[in-house]
């Protein structure tokens, strides 16, 4: 049997909460739409940027990729292992191969443990022998720029940008092939954020690893992305290779949010696509295009009918009535 | 001829003690504001940026004291107030905006009632003459229909609109200058972009002067017309927008300019980083801060904090290769 290329395929993945009619009740009064029919693949050593505002469901979606929260409906396989129909010591053996980062990493750290037991606390979970950790914890630090001394002291001595690499060293432990970045340089200093990016592309390439990168920085997933999914209100509405993406973006929200990134230049007047409103609630999701309201283009069609994503070719789509398809 | 500044501050420097020691968070800053203009402070966290807001509104804590510097403001010395006109400079000529609306908005308050409060207190408006004038702020600040909005709670709001509420309220009194800090950071790009065009149009309108703190280059780019580069309690580099990024004088500034990855370039392995961590106030360098991760540092830098070299009429750099050839 040949390997899938795909090491992670999301299929109408679903992830909706009930809304409650007070925090007893019984009563569902409606329904939050946090991710509502998610589809894309990642392959091996690849990294897809999943990038849009906040509440468009970006960060649901990779808890539901490494399954920290159960899908409404929907799959998610990783190599070729469906993960919702595992049995809890299925999915522990699962995981060790799927690891998150997240934006601040310091925050959920304990305090009271030394950088030494926070990075092997996996292995143990694993079961591990102590000597096992604490050559991989030796092999781990200079991997990720620090030093094997720095095991013996407390993650509150080091400043935020060490703090992301200790996360990582972490994430790293148990040797996964798939990490979800959720946000991963945003908490940090502008001088440090090069830093940590340089970090997490040397790694993928060192390890082959795959990533999922959760960012809301068009500037930081333009350098790291291969390609690029743009959120919207628990949908993706564009997706692309990051080249296609950013030189001829086709809905007009991916074409919004690009527009709306300053120029980074003085005196360079962006001509931005005008965004009016705001992201609507995914409380509220409104019918149609979920866009429309916010859509200078927005046609009779976009206020009944909710297009699909319309294959443009070479792995493009966008969610888009004006947008027409490749015959 | 150049306008008479409007706010000028000369050799700031700001100490706080606190339980592990004392140290200065803002050391010698002078700069000047000129009317209808924009000057950007731009620095990284701790750098001092937010401290020298603080301390022209006489809003330091109780462990910080102003230990040196001179604060004129149309014409009169500020330190020389008393805490009751004080209270009338504030928000009556500066008003100042800040980064989280909803830590700055009473939650048990609706929005009407807190646009109306300085006007009623500051300029003595009766309750019918406030709601009237507070109806037109909101306008003016684009809320769609404001007297509904006037009803609301802070938490009916999205980021965005309670942003537009707290720029509202700080031109509730006709502020002849806005310190804006870090006013979208905490925003979408979108609605950044839709905050930033409200600013402009405002200030031009209103004819008033700004100070944006910001750690965000791209920022500074689009909206200041003067910038001060500020690393650990220091200006590193005063400059005109467009001479700041054609000919950055300083190795921070040059640093922190390549570390932003450009959104139209080819692909580069890795981004230009600043290597190294901002150095802790306790634990400053000695010499010129920024030595430890300069890549032109030599002996000199190690010793003297550098003086202000000029690199233009109204452009200089405090760095030691400033204004000679480079070696």
Known sequence: MTVAAHLIRVDKLEKHYPIRASAFSRRVTGTVRAVDGVSFTIDRGETLALVGESGCGKSTTGRLLTRLIEPTSGTVRFDNIEISELDDAELRSVRKRMQLIFQDAGSSFNPRMKVGSLIAEPMRLAGQSADTCRARVEELLPLVGMAAEHAQRYPHEFSGGQRQRIGIARALALRPDFIVCDEPVSALDVSVQAQVVNLLTGLQR????????????????????????VMYLGRIVEIADKATLYKSPQHPYTRALLSAVPAGRPGVVRSRTEVVGEIASARAVPPGCRYHKRCPYAMAACRTDDPELTDLGGGHQAACHLVRPLH | MEASPLLSVRDLTVAFDVRQGSFDAVRNVSFEVRPGRTVGIVGESGSGKSVTAMALMQLLPESARLTTGRIRFGGRDLQGLSERQMQAVRGREIAMVFQDPMASLNPILTIGHQVMEPLRIQLGLSRATARVRAEELLSLVRIPSPGQIMRAYPHELSGGMRQRVMIAIALSC????????????????TTQAQILELLRDLQQRLHMSILLITHDLGVIAEFADDVLVMYAGRVVERSPVAALFDRPGHPYTEGLLRSMPPLDDEDRETLPAIEGNVPSPFDLPAGCAFHPRCSYARDACRSGIPAFAPLGATHDAACLRTGRPAA
């Open chain 1, 206 to 229: 060192e390890f082959g690893l795959t990533f999922l990168f959760i960012s809301h920085d068009l500037r930081i997933v333009r350098h790291v992305a291969n390609r690029v999914a």
């Open chain 2, 174 to 189: 006709g502020p002849k200058l806005l310190i804006a800090d870090e006013p979208t950071t905490a925003l979408d790009v």
